[in-house]
């Protein structure tokens, strides 16, 4: 195996936070802005399916992994346990004020049926590309507040919880990719890693985009008007899309690993909120391996 770039001192903590069970959620959520609104509730839309498909991914090779990142896979899975059951609610809410979510669901679904019976290994370089997607995301959200300024704060919470921990688990993937990969030579990881990312980056766009026009449909907003405010809020201001360009670059980078940027300062600005939901050091391992199963 590869030398481990994962902190020697890094803490995976699972949070049990529960958000807006009894919120009523404004149809434009984020700020009153249609556009910022339509880009997280279509990505929250894969969430619960996509975070399932990530751990079973890991899981898949979790056998015979040092005790360290053993210890590391069973918190990712508890805290993408979470992360489906509260991203669940939050599309459950999406679909109160009105937006019908149910098509950009079933893509969801069409998608994991379409690779069944790819090779596992595959699909493990899959979440590694989408685990470091969303640890981009999580970076950008932890560095910049203001992005969220006038959203309701129940569900700058929720994201703001998530990104957390995203980051938190950020190498387990990719460790876990190494330890898998660990007979193959160094191009034949850098090759497949690659040609994956490139395929991933093309579909993933592609379906996020088409999601946000779809429910921008819904509010009456098509055409160039549509197109105009997504580019802006992606790629001028607030950019995540752009920001994040750098970060996916490095991706394809010969020795790259998640970790080559420390960013766990991001963490340490806003989780002293979420102390009261930390999961006990302690708890029984009957828990642990409910969660875990």
């Not at 890094?10 to 984020?30: M, N, S, Y």
């Not at 459950?92 to 019908?100: L, M, Q």
């Amino acid at each position: 195996m590869a030398k481990d770039k994962t902190p020697v001192d890094l803490t995976i903590t699972p949070r049990d936070r529960r958000f807006g069970r009894d919120a009523k959620q404004d149809r434009w959520w984020f700020a009153g802005d249609p556009f910022k609104t339509a880009f997280l509730n279509a990505l929250s839309v894969t969430f619960p399916r996509g975070e399932a498909y990530f751990v079973e991914s890991v899981k898949a090779f979790r056998d015979g992994v040092p005790p360290k990142l053993e210890r590391e896979i069973r918190a990712f899975v508890q805290q993408e346990v979470m992360h489906s059951r509260e991203h669940v609610v939050f599309n459950r809410k999406v679909a109160e004020t009105g937006y019908d979510i149910q098509p950009l669901e079933q893509a969801v679904i069409d998608s994991m049926e379409q690779v069944k019976g790819r090779a596992p290994i595959i699909d493990l370089c899959v979440t590694m590309a989408l685990e470091h997607y969303t640890a981009l995301l999580a970076e950008g959200i932890l560095k910049n507040p203001e992005w969220f300024e006038g959203a309701d704060k129940e569900w700058v919470d929720l994201w703001r919880w998530h990104a957390i921990e995203e980051i938190e688990h950020k190498g387990v993937a990719y460790d876990t990719w190494l330890h898998a990969t660990k007979d193959w030579s160094r191009w034949k990881r850098w090759s497949v890693k690659s040609r994956v990312m490139a395929i991933i980056t093309v579909i993933f766009w592609k379906r996020r985009i088409s999601g946000m026009l779809y429910l921008l449909k819904q509010d009456g907003i098509t055409g160039w008007r549509a197109g105009w405010g997504l580019f802006k809020r992606l790629l001028i201001s607030p950019g995540i899309l752009r920001k994040a360009i750098p970060g996916w670059l490095s991706y394809f980078l010969p020795g790259f690993h998640p970790w080559n940027r420390d960013d766990r300062q991001l963490i340490q600005l806003v989780d002293s909120e979420y102390e009261d939901a930390r999961m006990p050091q302690g708890e029984s391992e009957g828990r642990r391996e409910a969660l875990a199963a």
